[in-house]
């Protein structure tokens, strides 16, 4: 079974430019996840999807970030314009439902300028 | 709100040897779940053992084992027989189990760094 896939794995941009991340969930999961890590701390939920209905955006900062997930598969993850501060490893997880276990893609590394 | 607290930034062990990696929690909510994760050098997050709050059981994986002390709020896990392949971070995490907003997503500690020593 494929796992959770994400690009770019690595990604350098300056601030006040534009990114955007990619997430394919391992198939039939409905509930789709994006994660925040900053370095030395524990991941932080960004918004949470139920096939392609919103969850959970609470804690999304949405005057630079949006995220979609179109069909209720693949999510995409966009910052614009990003800070210094967003300078992060974006984990996208996937479950088959909310209450099952989640499994996490490998992370976009983003490092802004 | 769910709060993690790992206390320990860093825990050494040598290999062989067994471990206890701290983790406290603190919700209101009757109905949850706790994780442990690792996270080696290489960024993924690979799920380890899981308790639920109304398993009288505390939960075993191999080498991993979890502490459970409910009225403590405390998770431990335990990794027994320690390998040179154990070092990385280990993260305590909570789901609540049951309706609201915060259902499915997981509230993750700060994290603690294992190093095995040979």
């Known amino acids: 079974e494929a796992g959770v896939a994400q690009s770019p794995r690595y990604k350098i941009i300056e601030k006040r430019q534009s990114v955007a991340f990619w997430c394919n969930p391992i198939s039939g999961h409905a509930t789709l996840y994006w994660y925040q890590q900053i370095l030395g701390q524990g991941p932080k939920l960004l918004i949470q999807f139920q096939n392609n209905g919103v969850v959970d955006d609470s804690q999304l900062p949405k005057d630079r970030f949006s995220a979609e997930r179109l069909k209720g598969v693949d999510s995409t993850l966009k910052i614009q314009p990003a800070k210094l501060e967003d300078s992060a490893v974006y984990l996208c997880a996937s479950s088959l439902v909310s209450y099952t276990e989640q499994f996490f893609g490998p992370g976009t590394r983003l490092t802004v300028l | 709100a769910q709060k993690i607290t790992q206390t320990q930034p860093g825990m050494f062990v040598q290999e062989k040897e067994a471990v206890t990696l701290d983790c406290t929690y603190d919700t209101s909510d009757q109905s949850y779940g706790l994780f442990w994760y690792k996270q080696p050098s290489s960024g993924e997050m690979i799920f380890l053992i899981y308790?639920?709050?109304?398993?009288?059981q505390n939960a075993t994986e191999g080498r991993y084992s979890l502490n459970f002390q409910k009225a403590r709020k405390s998770a431990n896990l335990v990794i027994s027989a320690s390998q040179l392949g154990d070092s990385a971070m280990y993260f305590c995490a909570m789901r609540l189990n049951a309706g609201g907003t915060s259902y499915g997503k997981l509230t993750f500690g700060q994290g603690t760094i294992l190093t095995v020593h040979p």
């Open positions: 308790q639920g709050s109304y398993d009288e």
